[in-house]
T-cell receptor
Framework: EAQVTQNPRYLITVTGKKLTVTCSQN?????MSWYRQDPGLGLRQIYY???????DKGDVPEGYKVSRKEKRNFPLILESPSPNQTSLYFC???????????FGQGTRLTVV | AQSVTQPDIHITVSEGASLELRCNYS??????LFWYVQSPGQGLQLLLK??????LVQGIKGFEAEFKRSQSSFNLRKPSVHWSDAAEYFC????????????FGAGTRLFVKA
């Protein structure tokens, strides 16, 4: 089954404690992306990757890092989480030129 | 600047009534256009998309949307709403010429009255 898998689905952490949210897709997609969803703001793009070792900033990259060492994986790293990064995070992937993105189920992160 | 506007934060309709959710975009050229639906606690599911051709596109669950270039709009419609349609709906635009720049609207939450 074609899917994008994020882990964990829920996470509560404390300010400053480094964390990683994993994202994996089994569709051999070149493009992968991370979004955060906040009430009234919709989804905002954090980072995206057009292929292995090719990443670029989206609209709200501050406080986040990503890496793309393998085609299937695109982890999101918060080196020093802060409460304003409490949000719902989505990973997505797609093929070039296809337009339509496939989304993971989301990771609800709370930073206290 | 590129943007997507969904003017209605929330809409309430009666079950069986018709529905129209509005979406306006600002983009340098004709982009790809999408509508996604998000049920509570779920990820986003694609309802329909417009790439080119017929400006009236049909999607899943009985939804359709019409692209109007002159109005920069891509409104979502359904002739008869079901209680299971209660969810949040997102309009999105994406670049045609490569890249992964997809811009989402803020969303419209649909409530359905019995």
């Amino acid at each position: 089954e074609a899917q994008v898998t994020q882990n964990p689905r829920y996470l509560i952490t404390v300010t400053g404690k480094k964390l990683t949210v994993t994202c994996s897709q089994n569709m051999n997609h070149e493009y992968m992306s991370w979004y955060r969803q906040d009430p009234g703001l919709g989804l905002r793009q954090i980072y995206y990757s057009m292929n292995v070792e090719v990443t670029d900033k989206g609209d709200v990259p501050e406080g986040y890092k990503v890496s793309r060492k393998e085609k299937r994986n695109f982890p999101l790293i918060l080196e020093s989480p802060s409460p304003n990064q409490t949000s719902l995070y989505f990973c997505a992937s797609r093929l070039p030129g296809q337009g339509r993105a496939f989304f993971g189920q989301g990771t609800r992160l709370t930073v206290v | 600047a590129q943007s997507v506007t969904q003017p209605d934060i929330h809409i309430t309709v009666s079950e069986g009534a018709s529905l129209e959710l509005r979406c306006n975009y600002s983009y340098g050229a004709t982009p790809y256009l999408f509508w996604y639906v998000q049920s509570p606690g779920q990820g986003l599911q694609l309802l329909l998309k417009y790439f080119s051709g017929d400006t009236l596109v049909q999607g899943i669950k009985g939804f359709e949307a019409e692209f109007k270039r002159s109005q920069s709009s891509f409104n979502l419609r359904k002739p008869s709403v079901h209680w299971s349609d209660a969810a949040e709906y997102f309009c999105a635009v994406g670049a045609r010429a490569g890249g992964f720049k997809t811009i989402f609207g803020a969303g419209t939450r649909l409530f359905v009255k019995a």
